[in-house]
């Protein structure tokens, strides 16, 4: 096991490197950029973005262009950005040095997987924070969305696909079945519009709160209150969000279950005279809940980093899907590539820690005899 694990941690630096590869060949044919932005910007209401980027230059820019007189290439520098007509050719060239596109695309890449590989991300584009900083800044959301949903999905789906798998074909199973598909077909933004409406507004009930992650007072709660106040805004957000996931542990457990029930030990241990409780949980549970635990890491890891955007927004919960959505839209690329490092190297990780558990859940799983 332990040679397997050494091959495959080796192995995560250059698929690491491949998906960063990948990516950045995309981001170099995709449309816009954040030059392009800022000249849009200057070319618009011009006002965020000279305070932004170059002030005086942006004064000169907005009067009229004089510095343009005999430039010779100004033109070409020009076109290759669309609204940059009239522009200080300098003040262009200013841009590209300050966004790092004055070097080479392969010489761009290697000089950020450079400072990736030390953790350093540098600064977003367009706010002045450290990418590093602005994350911490939306992990709280994250992080509790990721970690609740996860347990309470876990929590729920695990005993309810055991009674399921029991009470195979009953009423019971008949009948939660439709409910689980039924709730898994509701998208889950629908739902979320549906329980802010009735449980957070002013036409039905105002039993929540409608926005953010806790109360204006939080700092003046009591310990209590302060938990108490967490999971009051977290409720609705976590039935929006965990639907979907609900349903398919669910059926994955029941499956699961179903599968070792129906094996020639489940046969023997019953005619050997063990009671049901006794061959459900001394021999069917460990080895039906290898897949269910194992996959727990991977399964934290997607609820973690891929919260509900749509989720977020109507819940105001400044997360990090939100962040990524709204980098990319601005075209920050220094927040886009720096969360899509951290997201991909987690999630190697959360992959080699579920063969890690399976292993410790059924030492009989050989992983080293595979070949990686």
């Known amino acids: 096991m332990g040679a397997y694990l050494l091959k495959r941690t080796l192995l995560i ?16 044919f ?7 932005r800022v000249i849009a910007q200057l070319s618009g ?7 932004r980027f170059g002030g005086g230059g942006g004064g000169e820019l907005a009067g009229g262009g004089s510095s343009q007189a005999g430039q010779g290439g100004a ?14 050719p300098e003040f262009i060239k200013s841009l590209e040095k300050q966004f790092g596109f004055d070097k ?23 706010r002045d924070i450290s990418v590093i900083e602005l994350i911490k800044e939306k992990l709280p959301v ?12 876990y929590l729920i789906s695990i005993p309810l696909g055991i009674r399921k798998a029991v009470r195979d074909g009953e009423r019971f199973d008949t009948w939660t079945s439709t409910v689980l598909v039924i709730g898994y077909a509701v998208p889950g933004f629908l739902v979320a519009v549906l329980l802010l409406v009735v449980f957070a507004g002013s036409s039905f ?15 003046e709660l009591s310990t209590f209150g302060k938990i108490v106040d967490y999971f009051w805004h977290l409720t609705l957000p976590l039935i929006a969000l965990a639907l979907g996931t609900f349903t398919t542990m669910t059926f994955l457990t029941k499956n699961s279950f179903l599968d070792e029930i129906r094996k020639q030990y489940v046969v023997t241990a019953r005619a050997k005279g063990l009671t049901e409780h006794e061959v459900l949980y001394g021999h069917v549970f460990r080895n039906a809940m290898l897949l269910i635990i194992a996959g727990f890491p991977s399964a934290f890891i997607g609820a973690f980093f891929s919260g509900s955007l749509l989720i977020e927004t109507i819940f105001s919960l400044d997360g990090l899907g939100l962040l990524g959505f709204e980098s990319v839209i601005n075209r920050d690329y220094a927040v886009v590539f720096a969360t899509l490092y951290i997201f991909s190297l987690v999630g190697l990780i959360a992959n080699l820690l579920s063969d890690f558990i399976y292993t410790l859940v059924d030492p009989r799983i050989d992983f080293e005899s595979r070949e990686v």
């Open 13 to 28: 630096f250059p698929t690491l490197l491949g998906i960063m590869f990948i990516s950045f060949v995309i981001i170099q």
């Open 30 to 36: 995709a449309p816009g950029g954040p030059v392009e």
């Open 45 to 51: 209401s011009g006002v965020g973005a000279t305070e």
């Open 75 to 88: 033109d070409a520098l020009n076109s290759k950005y669309r609204g940059a007509q009239g522009l200080d």
């Open 104 to 126: 080479p695309a392969h010489e761009r890449f290697f000089l950020m997987m450079k400072n990736y590989f030390t953790f350093n991300f540098g600064e977003s584009y367009f």
């Open 142 to 153: 994250s992080i509790s969305l990721g970690l609740w949903m996860t347990l309470v999905t």
């Open 205 to 219: 009930f105002q039993w929540f709160p409608s926005r953010g992650l806790v109360s204006d007072n939080f700092a």
